[in-house]
């Protein structure tokens, strides 16, 4: 069989040609990225996995709260990794990487928000549970407010706070992030929402295009296809 990725300007929609007896899946979608792919399929699981949710005693917040702020510390560290890979000798960015620095910028800044840590710790004395569902609790409360904004920008940056979250989730579980760093061959990338920063780390010589049923034009996703000339549904 064949695996086709077809960009247009409709919205997405399955097609399985049944009567065949060598049957193609057919994407169409909105155009995040323009271009034509054809290759492999690679299937991306993005998701941050369950989140474990236990009552907690008033003696033990402030140890969730200190496991908080060393999760962000680290993963402040893996963007500033991720970053510094991005300069050059002189320690400035190249104008073909601006848009991956900015979109990590503002992730770190959001890291580093007064506003984030005093909602976090709030919610912790508040609801007295696990630090792992009250960051949870944080950033659902953000993207709540974004959903409901009349703005198509501001709602693209639900990704950004789902980026963030999951980065706070995995270091708060011990978990691995999705490896997209070395694929060995030419792959499509097929997922339900590619982040950010899987976009700016993904391999970018092996991937042929992305195909995603989330997401809009103005998404930092869209916006790093783009500048990759990488072909893109959404």
């Known amino acids: ?3 086709i990725l077809t960009i247009g300007n409709k919205r997405m929609k399955h097609e399985q040609e049944t009567q065949s007896d060598n049957p193609q ?3 169409h979608g909105i155009a995040g ?6 290759g492999k399929v690679l299937l991306v699981y993005s998701s941050t996995g369950g989140i474990p949710q236990y ?3 008033d003696a033990d917040i402030d140890d969730e709260l200190e496991r908080f702020k060393a999760a962000v510390g680290m993963a402040i560290k893996a963007i500033d990794l991720i ?13 073909s990487e601006a848009n991956h620095h900015a979109v990590l910028e503002s992730h770190r800044l959001m890291l580093q928000d007064p506003d984030f840590h005093e909602r976090v710790a709030s919610l912790a004395h508040i609801s007295h549970q696990n630090i792992e569902w009250i960051v949870h609790l944080a950033i659902k409360e953000l993207t709540d407010k974004l959903g409901a904004a009349r703005s198509e920008y501001l709602r693209e940056r639900i990704s950004d706070l ?14 691995e992030l999705p490896d997209l760093k070395n694929l060995g061959s030419d792959k499509i990338l097929v997922c339900d929402d590619l982040l950010p920063s899987d976009a700016i780390c993904m391999d970018k010589r092996h991937v042929l295009g992305v195909a995603m049923d989330h997401g809009g034009k103005t998404s930092h996703t ?7 000339e990488i072909p893109s549904v959404l």
């Open 162 to 175: 789902q980026d963030i979250e999951r980065r706070l989730l995995n270091q708060l579980l011990g978990r």
């Open 1 to 3: 069989s064949h695996d």
């Open 33 to 38: 990225s323009r271009g034509i792919s054809i």
């Open 55 to 57: 009552e907690i005693d």
């Open 83 to 95: 970053l510094s890979g991005k300069k050059d000798s002189a320690g400035a960015v190249a104008e």
């Open 25 to 27: 899946l057919v994407l």
């Open 222 to 228: 869209a916006i790093l296809t783009r500048a990759f």
